[in-house]
């Protein structure tokens, strides 16, 4: 069986054609599968027949939430989910999303890969490696099921939960044109962001594809010999490439680039480091984005102390880089950025 939710409308078309069915119950497939229906007698408008060969083709692959921990401190939720195999059953893989409430609205942080092999020494997502890349429905579906779960309005998505979304492209953009389609989801492209480690052929075919969305580059260092100690792409990528494409990426699309910054104390923290950061900057179309590290068992690497934050931001304020520190939400549940972990056989 397949998973109705790697099914975009042209799909279902198609799908409809063969099966002897009228093109435009694919609109309606589509439309309630949007609204995270959960089984096929639930769609009102198609006939038993077509829900029977539905049925018999598909499951509605929506993972299942099997642990909801919301924090006392701001309401953030984290859910552990169950993915469903291509039996219909309940599998041995989990991964987590989290629900976040912003002022400007709520934020659904999605995970696109279950682990990572990005190697990052501050992240708990790539402590066991990469197993394998999410499917383009068990992305959205992460959405459908979290929507089921709170009932509230998602006005934003981001792609910064476990795994790398650049390491799984085809599916990422199958997922975006799934949740942007009209005739569905209906996310706007510019509430949807995508976070990357800054894997560089990517960044140039994402400007194209999807020129309304937003990117978000983990930068956390102002140099290559820095950021060589904590991420291990900068092996492969150098940071002024990274820099000219990411600079590419705004004059093509007119959108600025977010850049995250993880402050680590003694490693990345110092004022000089902040004055390297805001020249390699310097007229770029971006905002950088201050995150105090969070707590990942098993590194010897802290969170650098407030005074060294607030200096560290002084610098890129007096040199005119756009900076906010991040609120850091949900890190008594282990929901906050880095802290997301892929399981097995919970
Ligand atoms: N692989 C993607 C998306 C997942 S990580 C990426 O690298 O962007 C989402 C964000 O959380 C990234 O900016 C990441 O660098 C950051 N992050 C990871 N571990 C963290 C930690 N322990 N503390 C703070 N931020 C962390």
Redesign the pocket.
């Known amino acids: 069986m397949e998973n109705i939710l790697n099914y975009n409308i042209q799909d279902l078309e198609k799908y409809m054609t063969k099966v002897g069915e009228k093109k435009f119950r694919a609109s309606q497939v589509f439309k309630w599968i949007s609204n995270g229906i959960d089984s096929w007698d639930k769609m009102t408008n198609i006939s038993k027949e077509l829900s029977k060969k539905l049925e018999s083709d598909f499951y509605i692959g929506l993972p299942a939430p099997i642990l909801i921990q919301k924090s006392a401190i701001d309401g953030t939720i984290k859910v552990l989910f169950q993915l469903l195999n291509n039996e219909n059953r309940l599998s041995e893989e989990n991964i987590e999303s989290v629900y976040m409430k912003y002022s400007y609205g709520n934020t659904i942080c999605i995970s696109?890969e279950l682990g990572?092999k990005?190697g990052?020494k501050?992240?708990?997502?790539t402590k066991n490696g990469l197993i394998r890349g999410l499917s383009s429905g068990e992305m959205y579906g992460q959405v459908l099921s979290i929507n089921n779960l709170t009932g509230e309005k998602i006005n934003h998505i981001v792609?910064?939960?476990?795994?790398?979304?650049f390491?799984n492209y085809e599916e990422l953009s199958k997922f975006i044109r799934l949740i942007n389609n009209p005739k569905g989801y209906n996310l706007g492209m510019r509430n949807i962001t995508i976070?990357?480690?800054?894997i560089i052929p990517y960044i140039d075919r994402f400007a194209h594809d999807f020129p309304q969305a937003n990117l978000?580059?983990?930068l956390?260092a102002p140099n290559d010999e820095i950021r060589k100690t904590i991420?291990p792409i900068a092996n492969k990528y150098m940071i002024t490439d990274l820099i000219d494409e990411c600079k590419k990426y705004t004059l093509k699309t007119h959108r600025r680039v977010t850049f995250?910054y993880?402050l680590i104390r003694g490693i990345n923290d110092s004022i000089e480091d902040a004055r390297e950061l805001s020249k390699l900057l310097s007229g770029i179309l971006c905002h950088v984005?201050l995150?105090?590290?969070?707590?990942?068992d098993n590194?010897n690497?802290n969170?650098s102390k407030e005074v060294s934050i607030y200096n560290f931001k002084k610098v890129l304020d007096n040199n005119s880089i756009p900076v906010t520190i991040r609120r850091k939400l949900g890190s008594d549940i282990d929901a906050?950025?880095?802290?997301l972990r892929a399981r097995k056989g919970v």
């Not at 976070?195 to 800054?198: D, N």
């Not at 995150?291 to 990942?296: S, T």
């Open positions: 696109s990572c990005m990052c501050f992240c708990a997502s792609v910064m939960g476990i795994g790398e979304p390491d976070s990357s480690c800054g978000a580059i983990s956390h991420m995250e993880a984005n995150i105090p590290l969070n707590d990942v590194t690497l969170a906050a950025c880095g802290q």
